[in-house]
T-cell receptor
Framework: SQQGEEDPQALSIQEGENATMNCSYK?????LQWYRQNSGRGLVHLIL?????REKHSGRLRVTLDTSKKSSSLLITASRAADTASYFC???????????FGQGTRLTINP | GAVVSQHPSWVICKSGTSVKIECRSL??????MFWYRQFPKQSLMLMAT?????????EQGVEKDKFLINHASLTLSTLTVTSAHPEDSSFYIC?????????????FGPGTRLTVL
């Protein structure tokens, strides 16, 4: 079952602005991952953050994890039109193999 | 590295026919493969988990006799949608894991769009 909730469901901003997406989950996790999906395409793995990590950076991406609140955020700085896509968080529960995906955020970057 | 392919990338079939989708790990051995379904503007829903050489484990609500999964080798898993109906039209995505990462990292295929007329 889906355990992740993401907000906002849709986000539209101007190119150059920062975009922040949030993800909440319900159970204890081993790690949390963020993925990007362009329309009608497969998933691209962006970043993985372990349960004992609080923040991670990768290029223009910054991910935070608050296990006490069971939430994570993805920040994309200096957005570009090419960042337009759907973004999903996914969690791996303790002792499990499978990924449980959130509902996703549809991000639109306006040129 | 860690490339996963799917074939076909899209397929259109008539209602009542069966469709087979292949998922291949091209440069690593996948001990575990996962099959997901994604309806338009929705998230990915896990259908089943398959380990090489054993029967797949299906998620609740997924009919195992309708969605046949075979994982006969460490580089290939197939999903067969039997007696397909229009409501089976969806985007099917597979992923593969080598089992060597402590985080069970999954590598995703590009997806297969199934349209049942």
């Amino acid at each position: 079952s889906q355990q992740g909730e993401e907000d906002p469901q849709a986000l539209s901003i101007q190119e150059g602005e920062n975009a922040t997406m949030n993800c909440s989950y319900k159970t204890s996790i081993n790690n949390l991952q963020w993925y990007r999906q362009n329309s009608g395409r497969g998933l691209v793995h962006l970043i993985l953050i372990r349960s004992n990590e609080r923040e991670k950076h990768s290029g223009r991406l910054r991910v935070t994890l608050d296990t006490s609140k069971k939430s994570s955020s993805l920040l994309i700085t200096a957005s570009r039109a090419a960042d337009t896509a759907s973004y999903f968080c996914a969690t791996v529960q303790l002792g499990a193999q499978k990924l449980v995906f959130g509902q996703g955020t549809r991000l639109t970057i306006n040129p | 590295g860690a490339v996963v392919s799917q074939h076909p990338s899209w397929v259109i079939c008539k209602s009542g026919t069966s469709v087979k989708i292949e998922c291949r790990s091209l440069d690593f051995q996948a001990t575990t493969m996962f099959w997901y379904r994604q309806f338009p503007k929705q998230s990915l829903m896990l259908m089943a988990t398959s380990n090489e050489g054993s029967k797949a484990t299906y998620e609740q609500g997924v009919e195992k006799d309708k969605f046949l999964i075979n994982h006969a080798s460490l580089t290939l898993s197939t999903l067969t949608v039997t007696s397909a109906h229009p409501e089976d039209s969806s985007f099917y995505i597979c992923s593969a894991s080598s089992g060597q990462s402590s985080y069970n990292e999954q590598f995703f295929g590009p997806g297969t769009r199934l349209t049942v007329l």
